[in-house]
């Protein structure tokens, strides 16, 4: 930020809550707030509560996409759990449900050869749950927080926590505005500062305001590192006919034979197929390209033929947390909560982790109407949010698959001893609070995953794209409708360019290159005092903000931060 820009006077705006994030964690708090701020108005108004009323509260959710839903993405099949007690009416209420699962299955896919499991596996099945595009749900869940008046602000990236002490008291907002240099442009506005007297995180997988707030404040003391898994998915419209709706199905083995993972296949109304690929981030392979092995997942088949006379119509790529239990930070602080899985709330085991935001913002937004009805918002009062949570199936379902993703990574024949023991032992298995390093600790060397002429392996080729089924890596991000302003200014800082040119790509083919989903990073010839070597080139335009670069760089030398509001994906049907 140029001086100019560090004195420019902000303009603040009061408000009772701020909630970082409106995805279904926070639109679920905010939704919730409002309801249990309604009743006790109406309790107190016919004397069965004594007290105050809490009157028109001032309940902002601020968001960095251009609308709602534009930055999220998902499989996905939801559990409706805590959508029923949120909205009981939902389906009347006109909620965006593609259909409800009937049927599904598990296979093992070799190269050319598919095995289905004799029975579905507990974890996998579905049957009664919701396929839902998370995109359309978001939107829909956001109208219904603005018809109880909460305000929703899109556009708007949060950068900085607001202190007073170690208090957190709301929130700065980008500036917008800024050229490449950091400086005015002549439609330049600052950022706002937010006050509130409750704040609530809420930003999703690895928030970066968090991640800052996290850091200050000592949130994640005593807990494994966090990890995560890296998902792309693409719709696909099928011939007329095709496509039987309300099918979910599972796969293990081809394409992810060096990286832990499976795939999912979701059969949609209007003959659509979402088809999508799940990998560990804690992966030894340097190479690791899901977009690639979404790719190589077509060829197979059993999924070519299903696919087969189709045609991609949308792509996306996000990271989920994968370490449970033992990787939740503490939930809350004075003046503020976290929520969702910027909290790391997702079943793994289940491949579940919507109806966890939801339920996990609804216990927040229960916490802070206490708080305000209470007029305090420290620790002491918060803290009721996290013994909601220890309470409520958020516990139940995190508890017993606490050690689930530690276990997995160890290889899927390897483990299914252990998780088999876990499944009777609640979760427990041999060793209990199994430890996990970072992902970024676990890539290997090019030579020691691949050998030395492992760039010239057939499974690191990309399929013949054919602007059909299959894609280069910059046509599929085309797809995600992604766009950010060019004279603007990187929002991706990578720390050491040294580390890339002559350490990163000698020894790991310089790993970003590939398990960015967008393009964002590439090696191109180097010039001036290092011509002859390559050096990184980052094409934060492309970015559609999954945040596997701040996870996996093996140097972590990568850290991704909110560009200017509005920019990235725009996604209508993920």
Not at 173 to 185: F, N
Not at 276 to 302: I, S
Not at 373 to 387: F, G, H, M, N, T
Request: net charge negative; proline share 5%; with cysteine.
């Amino acid at each position: 930020m140029s001086s100019e820009v560090s004195q420019i006077q902000r303009e603040e705006m009061e408000f009772d809550v701020i909630i970082v994030g409106g995805g279904a964690a926070g639109l679920s708090a905010a939704l919730r707030l409002k309801q249990k701020a309604r009743e006790h108005d109406e309790a107190v108004a016919s004397g069965r509560v004594a007290g105050e009323a809490l009157g028109e509260l001032m309940i902002a959710v601020i968001d960095k996409g251009m609308e709602i839903g534009a930055h999220s993405m998902s499989g996905a099949v939801m559990d409706p759990s805590a959508l029923v007690e949120l909205v009981p009416d939902y389906q009347e209420r006109g909620c965006p449900i593609e259909c409800v699962v009937t049927h599904d299955e598990v296979h093992y896919l070799g190269r050319k050869f598919n095995v289905k499991a004799p029975i579905t596996p507990p974890p996998f099945q579905n049957e009664g749950n919701l396929l839902v595009s998370l995109s359309k749900f978001n939107r829909w869940l956001a109208q219904q927080a603005e018809a109880e008046g909460v305000n929703v602000f899109t556009g708007f990236a949060a950068v900085e926590a607001l202190y007073d002490g170690e208090r957190i008291v709301g929130v700065r907002t980008g500036d917008k505005g800024l050229d490449k240099h950091g400086e005015m442009k002549p439609n330049f506005e600052p950022g706002l500062l937010l006050k509130a007297k409750v704040t609530i995180f809420a930003e999703g997988t690895r928030g970066s305001l968090f991640k800052q707030v996290a850091k200050r404040l000592d949130l994640f003391a005593g807990k494994n590192p966090g990890v995560y898994e890296e998902g792309v998915k693409e719709i696909i419209q099928c011939p007329p006919g095709t496509v039987k709706p309300g099918q979910v199905i599972h796969t293990l083995g081809f394409p992810l034979e060096k990286t832990i993972g499976g795939t999912f296949i979701y059969t949609l109304p209007n003959d659509q197929i979402a088809i999508g690929l799940v990998g560990y981030l804690d992966t030894h392979d340097p190479l690791f390209d899901p977009h690639r092995e979404l790719q190589r997942l077509k060829t197979h088949p059993f999924v070519y033929n299903m696919i087969k006379g189709g045609k991609v119509i949308a792509y996306g790529g996000k990271t989920l947390p994968a370490g449970g239990w033992f990787s939740m930070p503490k939930l809350f602080h004075d003046g503020m909560m976290v929520i969702g899985d910027s909290a790391m709330m997702v079943d793994v085991k289940r491949l579940k982790g919507i109806h966890l935001a939801m339920k996990s913002g609804m216990l927040a937004g229960e916490t802070a109407c206490e708080a305000l009805i209470e007029k305090d918002s420290s620790a002491r009062v918060l803290k009721r949010y996290s013994d909601r949570v220890e309470s409520s199936f958020v516990k139940k379902e995190l508890w017993a698959t606490r050690n689930f993703h530690q276990t997995l990574a160890m290889g899927i024949f390897k483990s299914m001893p252990l998780i088999a023991l876990q499944e009777v032992t609640g979760g427990r298995g041999l060793v209990d609070h199994m430890s996990s390093p970072a992902d970024w600790e676990t890539t290997e060397t090019l030579i020691e995953s691949w050998g030395a002429r492992g760039w010239e392996h057939e499974d690191v080729k990309l399929p013949t794209p054919d602007g059909e089924l299959f894609f280069d890596k910059l046509s599929s991000v085309y797809l995600t409708g992604t766009m950010h302003d060019e004279d603007s200014p990187n929002h991706l800082k990578v720390a050491n360019t040294d580390f890339c040119r002559e350490v990163c790509y000698e020894k790991y083919k310089s790993p970003c290159n590939h398990f960015c989903p967008a393009a964002v990073y590439e090696m191109v010839p180097a010039d001036g005092d290092h011509a002859g070597k390559m050096r990184l080139q980052v094409n934060y335009t492309n970015c559609i903000h999954c945040k596997t670069c701040d996870i996996k760089c093996p140097a972590d030398n990568i850290t991704w931060t909110v560009p200017e509001g509005g920019g990235g994906p725009r996604y209508k049907e993920t």
